[in-house]
């Protein structure tokens, strides 16, 4: 079992930055990638970003690459994504998600955390 806890979201005007957090437990963490996926009024969750175990190897939604970063630090458990140059249809519900193995091409294994609410301002 994994347990996932988001933090870091709030409002922020267009073109501002946001760091969301996302702490793991429950299972080795350095042994699973992790994904950040978002999911706005209406529409289904669509993904985000991922990383692998290591941090070594990375994937990003063409909706967000080249502004957003995604991180981990295994000692500390936690994988973040940073969001520049934000923009108002970046506004969503953010979810970290964990992989069942860890590369990118892996499955997800179904565990989620809370959310996050990110709104950004025009």
């Known amino acids: 079992q994994v347990q996932l806890v988001e933090s870091g979201g709030g409002l922020v005007q267009a073109e501002g930055s946001l760091r969301l957090s996302c702490a793991a437990s429950?299972?080795?963490?350095?042994?699973?990638?992790m994904g950040w996926f978002r999911q706005a009024p209406g529409k289904e969750r669509e993904f985000v970003a991922k990383?692998?175990?290591?941090?070594?190897?990375?994937e990003y939604a063409d909706a967000v690459r080249g502004r957003f970063i995604i991180s981990r630090d295994n000692a500390k458990n936690t994988v973040y994504l940073q969001m520049n140059s934000l923009k108002p249809e970046d506004t969503a519900v953010y979810y970290c998600?964990?992989?069942?193995?860890?590369?990118?091409?892996?499955?997800?294994?179904?565990?989620w955390g809370q959310g996050t609410h990110v709104t950004v301002s025009s």
């Open positions: 998600g964990a992989y069942r193995g860890g590369t990118i091409y892996s499955d997800l294994s179904g565990h």
């Open positions: 429950g299972r080795t963490f350095n042994t699973y990638a």
């Open positions: 990383i692998n175990w290591s941090g070594g190897r990375t």
